[in-house]
Structure formats: structure tokens, C-alpha cells
């Protein structure tokens, strides 16, 4: 026959605290567990109830039991553990910066966390720790294009006062072609992982059935995009474009076309003489962020061609000009905003960016 637990009684004071943590719903699990224990024990119940109800061992429930019979609330606590506390100060924190600076170990493209704490002989979190402190991200970058152009600010200047005050009476547009997309075909769908979660499927094998170029030109002031599709991307084949939007806009109307520095964008002077109403404004070499209708494109790129399949290059074309369709139904003009970068220049050693 089992033996019977002693009933006990527990002090007012203590009752309330304990009744407190019983029932908050932000205390930690073991401060509910503990407290479960010696409520259900002060009743005379037996450990292996107890045990049962928690889905622990009789030895625990008689652990902090007695625990508490012994030192009262504070006999509820963790008890100290052993060993030496690591502090890691000042010092750890300028040679992990420095370490940093240096080349990753040979065969390696960076440093890790792993690498880091293997070298400097402590542990993985705590180099975890410390970048989440700096704000250091060791496995994301960031690209840029930094133009060498030395009349960078004056055409660039030129361009963003387009954008912020366009000229009375003109038309300003963002011009570019978007060379070589592919009509690849292949089966989408989607498919349920090993985790039960359900994501998009995109299966690794294709058939090419050729590309197109796109031709697209943004109205700043409205958002609005004329496009036409292509199989080549020769000098014509632009100016064939450009006489469409003359057609489009009409020849009385003032055209202010933003371009990038394409070679077939280039020399073409004879065109621009017969077309007196249109004005060519370059992006600084290196700087066709500036141009407007790259956004568009990222959009488009996202939006409309990452994921889908075409059969054919008939199929792309009737796909693209559907999305310019549904785009121009409710166009939204991009607004300009000024970005800076801040460390836009290389800087090998990171402690001049944490200092």
C-alpha cells in the first residue's frame, strides 16, 4: 500500500503568491509547475498523482516539495550553477572587430559566427551576441554602383529636376528596353513540403521557345507605360519605337525622353534633327538607377515573369502587353525621393564604421 503524504499549511502570505503564479499567464512554465506542486502537495496528495497531472517524475514533485518546506518561496528558485561566469568585455569586443577586418581562414569566402569563435577560442553565441549588439551582418551584402562620371551632378541634376519640375506644356518620359526574355516553358503549381506548410512549386526542368525584348516608356507625371515587344534591340528597332511615341503623344507635344547610356540610345543626331520636339536627357555613366523605368521593370520582372511558363514567344508577347493592360488601369506615378547610402565607399576595416 502506497504511503500517504502529510498534509501541510501553507502561510497566507505565501498562499497568495503562489495562487498568483498558478494562475498568471506570463510566468515562466516552471514557476507554474512549482507552485502546481506545492498547492497539490499542502492538500495530502501523493507525488505520483501530482506527477501524472504534469506529465513529470514523483522525484521532482518531492524535490520541490521539500524545497519549499525547507526555505519557503526562495527554496522555489534555481539554485546557482556552477562554474566561472564568462564576461566578455571591451577587449573581446575590439578583437572580434578586428578579426573581422582580416581575411577568412584559406578556402573561405568570409568569416561566420563558427569561424570567428573557433579562432578566437570562445563560444558561437557569444559572437552572436556581440554582432546583434553592433548590428553587424556578416551573411547579407548589399550592391551598388558607384559612377565614376566626372559630370555626374550636372546630368544628374538635370534628370531629378525633371522629375521634381518638369517643364509646362512637356511631356516627360523614362525610356528603356528590357533585352532576351525567355518564353520558358515548364510545369508550376504548387506542392506540400515535408513540414505540412504549402508553397509555390516551379519544376527545375524547362524548354526554351525563344525570347523577346520589351520596349517601355514610363510618363512620369502619370505612371503610365507605353510598351511594344521586339525580337531584336538594334539602333531601328529603338528609333522605330521612338517615331511610335512621336506617333502617340503627337509632334506638337514637347518630349523630355530619359535615357541610359546604351549604345544604341547614342548618335542619333540625324533622327533628333527631324524630330525637334524631342529632347535626350542622359543618365552619368554607371547611374541608370536614375532612370525611372527601371523600377517599373523590377516590378514587372517580380510581378509578372518570375514563375510563369510560355509555350510560346506569341504566348510572352500576349502576357507582357496584358500586364502593361492591367498596369495602365490604374497607373500610379512613382515619386522621386532622394536616397543616400550611407558608407557608400569600401571601408576593409569595419571598425572605422563601428568607432
Not at 569586443?93 to 578566437?120: H, M, N, Q, T, Y
Request: with cysteine; net charge positive; glycine share 6%.
Amino acid at each position: 500500500m502506497a504511503r500517504l503524504s502529510s498534509s501541510f499549511t501553507i502561510p497566507e502570505k505565501d498562499l497568495t503568491e503562489l495562487t498568483k503564479r498558478l494562475n498568471s499567464r506570463n510566468a515562466p512554465r516552471k514557476d507554474y509547475e512549482r507552485a502546481f506542486i506545492v498547492l497539490e502537495s499542502s492538500k495530502g496528495r501523493q507525488p505520483t498523482a501530482i506527477a501524472k497531472d504534469l506529465l513529470t517524475y514523483p522525484n521532482k514533485i518531492i524535490e520541490w516539495r521539500n524545497a519549499y518546506l525547507n526555505n519557503g518561496i526562495p527554496g522555489l528558485e534555481d539554485k546557482p550553477k556552477s562554474g566561472r561566469t564568462v564576461s566578455y568585455g571591451p577587449e573581446f569586443r575590439d578583437s572580434v572587430l578586428k578579426k573581422i577586418s582580416e581575411s577568412p581562414p584559406a578556402g573561405f569566402g568570409r568569416w561566420d559566427a563558427p569561424l570567428l569563435a573557433k579562432d578566437l577560442n570562445c563560444s558561437v553565441d557569444a559572437i552572436w551576441r556581440l554582432l546583434k549588439k553592433e548590428g553587424i551582418h556578416l551573411n547579407r551584402q548589399r550592391t551598388w554602383c558607384i559612377s565614376t562620371d566626372k559630370d555626374f551632378a550636372v546630368k544628374a541634376a538635370d534628370i531629378v529636376g525633371l522629375y521634381l519640375n518638369p517643364p509646362l506644356n512637356a511631356m516627360v518620359i523614362c525610356v528603356d528596353e528590357k533585352p532576351s526574355i525567355q518564353a520558358l516553358e515548364r510545369k508550376t503549381g504548387y506542392i506540400e513540403t515535408s513540414n505540412g506548410q504549402v508553397v509555390r512549386g516551379v519544376k527545375s526542368t524547362y524548354k526554351r521557345n525563344g525570347t523577346l525584348n520589351l520596349f517601355a516608356a514610363l510618363e512620369v507625371a502619370s505612371g503610365l507605360v507605353v510598351a511594344k515587344t521586339t525580337e531584336t534591340k538594334t539602333r531601328e528597332d529603338f528609333l522605330v519605337y521612338m517615331d511610335e511615341l512621336i506617333t502617340e503623344y503627337g509632334s506638337e507635344v514637347e518630349l523630355h525622353v530619359i535615357l541610359d547610356n546604351y549604345c544604341t540610345h547614342k548618335k542619333n543626331d540625324t533622327w533628333l534633327a527631324k524630330n525637334k520636339n524631342v529632347t535626350f536627357h542622359y543618365t552619368p555613366t554607371s547611374a541608370s538607377w536614375l532612370n525611372l523605368i527601371e523600377v517599373w521593370f523590377g516590378i514587372f520582372t517580380r510581378k509578372s515573369l518570375n514563375g510563369a511558363s510560355f509555350e510560346s514567344t506569341k504566348k510572352l508577347e500576349e502576357h507582357i502587353m496584358a500586364y502593361v493592360k492591367t498596369s495602365n488601369s490604374q497607373p500610379t506615378p512613382f515619386v522621386w525621393k532622394k536616397r543616400e547610402v550611407k558608407g557608400s565607399q569600401l571601408k576593409n576595416n569595419i571598425v572605422n564604421l563601428r568607432n
